[in-house]
């Protein structure tokens, strides 16, 4: 099983500032990452995959790189509706699929 | 627009059985995949479980194997998912997803809550 590691599990960041969100996988899964966001009481919501596209709809300041197995989610200017939890996803080798961890992004 | 509704969650006692339903609409239903996703209370994401398009291939997370199944009917735009032998780490939201591409999940259901306590 690919295992999924998300660091830091929260950041503290003001609006209209950046935030970096790593994801780490435990062996390459090559460019097979997708990225979610989640709010509170909501499903989450897919806005990358093959590790750099985003999903139809998702704001451009919402960009992802990597690949093997190092993972990066940079949100350029953080609005507040992007303040959520974040989860990465492999989709490399399955079954299982697998999620990271989950890095909350919190109002400074 | 695509629409996945859960429903079936409920209270059950550990070891009873449970079924859940997802119904789906405004999508080519019986060409994509589906699977169920859970997140336990304050937990991160657990995938659970895929059916292919046409049922004839599933897939399931080593935690639930033997204990869950899930199915789907192409003539009522439904999949479900047949929960036996509830354990208490099986409480958690259940969702299920649709299938893009290579297996990763571009629509959502609001998810239907299992508890499994005494």
């Known amino acids: 099983e690919i295992v999924m590691t998300q660091s830091p599990a929260t950041l503290s960041v003001s609006p209209g500032e950046g935030a970096t969100l790593s994801c780490r996988a435990s062996?390459?899964?090559?460019?097979?990452v997708a990225w979610y966001q989640q709010k509170p009481g909501q499903a989450p919501r897919l806005l990358i995959f093959?590790?750099?596209t985003r999903a139809t709809g998702i704001p451009a300041r919402f960009s992802g790189s990597g690949s093997g197995t190092d993972f990066t989610l940079t949100i350029s200017s953080l609005q507040s509706e992007d303040f959520a939890v974040y989860y990465c996803?492999?989709?490399?080798?399955?079954?299982?699929?697998?999620f990271g961890g989950g890095t909350k992004v919190e109002i400074k | 627009q695509v629409q996945l509704v859960e429903s079936g969650g409920g209270v059950v006692q550990p070891g009873r059985s449970l079924r859940l339903s997802c119904a789906a609409s405004?999508?080519?239903?019986?060409?994509?995949?589906m699977h169920w996703v859970r997140q336990a209370p304050g937990k991160g994401l657990e995938w659970v479980a895929v059916?292919?398009?046409?049922?004839?291939?599933?897939y399931y997370a080593d935690s639930v194997k033997g204990r869950l199944t899930i199915s789907r009917d192409n003539s009522k735009n439904t999949i479900y998912l047949q929960m036996n032998s509830l354990r208490g780490e099986d409480t958690a939201v259940y969702y299920c997803?649709?299938?893009?591409?290579?297996?990763?999940?571009?629509?959502w259901g609001r998810g239907t809550l299992v508890t499994v306590s005494t």
């Open positions: 997803a649709k299938n893009l591409r290579g297996y990763y999940f571009d629509y």
């Open positions: 093959g590790s750099s």
């Open positions: 059916i292919s398009f046409d049922g004839n291939h599933n």
């Open positions: 996803q492999q989709y490399n080798t399955w079954p299982p699929l697998t």
């Open positions: 405004g999508f080519n239903f019986s060409t994509n995949d």
């Open positions: 062996q390459s899964v090559k460019t097979n």
